[in-house]
């Protein structure tokens, strides 16, 4: 079973940052890609962002050119850096990756005060 561990939420004011991690239990290049999601309170999960193997970023619209998905080869981690927040990126941001199946890691709140 893979395991997807994430951290970095917190509390942010708006336009502030924050840097979220994900680390697999397995090596992250295993995975045909990688991407992280979040869902807002009363809200259905949303994709916010995807890496393929090859590294290849696709971004949803809310957040081009303010989030940057990357990867980290020599530490096997997938991180998402997130710039001039907004109270509506406010929610649970979830590690995603998929590999015949999908794997979900246990989310990290984020909170963004206006």
């Known amino acids: 079973q893979v395991q997807l561990v994430e951290s970095g939420g917190g509390l942010v004011q708006t336009g502030g940052s924050l840097d979220l991690s994900c680390e697999p239990s397995r090596n992250i290049y295993s995975f045909d890609h990688m991407g992280w999601y979040r869902q807002a309170p009363g809200k259905q999960r949303e994709v916010v962002a995807t890496l393929t193997q090859s590294g290849l970023p696709v971004y949803a619209d809310a957040v081009k050119g303010r989030f940057t998905i990357s990867r980290n080869n020599a530490k096997n981690t997938l991180h998402l850096h997130m710039n001039t927040l907004k109270p509506e990126d406010t929610g649970v941001y979830y590690c995603?990756?998929?590999?015949?199946?999908?794997?979900w890691g246990q989310g990290t709140q984020v909170t963004v005060s206006s």
């Open positions: 995603y990756a998929y590999s015949r199946v999908g794997y």
